[in-house]
T-cell receptor, first 112, second 113 residues
Framework: AQSVTQLGSHVSVSEGALVLLRCNYS??????LFWYVQYPNQGLQLLLK??????LVKGINGFEAEFKKSETSFHLTKPSAHMSDAAEYFC??????????FGAGTRLTVKP | DTAVSQTPKYLVTQMGNDKSIKCEQN?????MYWYKQDSKKFLKIMFS???????INETVPNRFSPKSPDKAHLNLHINSLELGDSAVYFC????????????FGQGTRLTVV
């Protein structure tokens, strides 16, 4: 079955610094990849998704991710962190449409 | 006009009890899921239904029984609750296409005492 691995359970950056959250996937067929954000005591909200149309995907709140097949990666970046970006971030993979699998999550802390 | 709604939002119950969590989506999706999120925030898929048919049944104890009366509803019934069942349970829905995202409910925080 498909899976994703998120490197780093906790990432801390200063406000205004680059945000880089890492995600690597494993899939026997071309995957669809997603990044979700979860704020405290809330459900998951989609940030962006890769569906093979373009390898560089732009999402909400200034986030983007690049699909790199050679590296089996789909890392999430944001040029300048904002305090409001502090949350839990999840990478997810889907292949068959009925089976979406999530990584273990990365908690992003933003220091003033 | 909530897209995916689940009730209750909080549930505190004693060990051994039986409880249900309800989920409804008004998005016209044909796939619904239940996920369990533990205290370390790990999201584990439990079940996936497509048009009321069970598609995925992960290694979940058979005390957990999902029921889908129609494709807009997926309820989760839990028998003989155990301390380890304490978690946040999320319902989600999507179209049955791999490139479409899942929409999540707000979660049900289950505490077994």
């Amino acid at each position: 079955a498909q899976s994703v691995t998120q490197l780093g359970s906790h990432v801390s950056v200063s406000e205004g610094a680059l945000v880089l959250l890492r995600c690597n996937y494993s899939s026997s067929v071309p995957p669809y990849l997603f990044w979700y954000v979860q704020y405290p005591n809330q459900g998951l909200q989609l940030l962006l998704k890769y569906t093979s149309a373009a390898t560089l995907v732009k999402g909400i709140n200034g986030f983007e991710a690049e699909f790199k097949k050679s590296e089996t990666s789909f890392h999430l970046t944001k040029p300048s962190a904002h305090m409001s970006d502090a949350a839990e971030y999840f990478c997810a993979v889907s292949v068959g449409g009925n089976d979406m699998r999530f990584g273990a999550g990365t908690r992003l802390t933003v220091k003033p | 006009d909530t897209a995916v709604s689940q009730t209750p939002k909080y549930l505190v119950t004693q060990m051994g009890n039986d409880k249900s969590i309800k989920c409804e989506q008004n998005l016209g999706h044909d796939t619904m899921y239940w996920y369990k999120q533990d205290s370390k925030k790990f999201l584990k898929i439990m079940f996936s239904y497509n048009n009321k048919e069970l598609i995925i049944n992960e290694t979940v104890p058979n005390r957990f029984s999902p029921k889908s009366p129609d494709k807009a509803h997926l309820n989760l019934h839990i028998n003989s609750l155990e301390l380890g069942d304490s978690a946040v349970y999320f319902c989600a829905s999507s179209l049955s296409q791999g490139d479409t995202e899942a929409f999540f409910g707000q979660g049900t925080r289950l505490t077994v005492v």
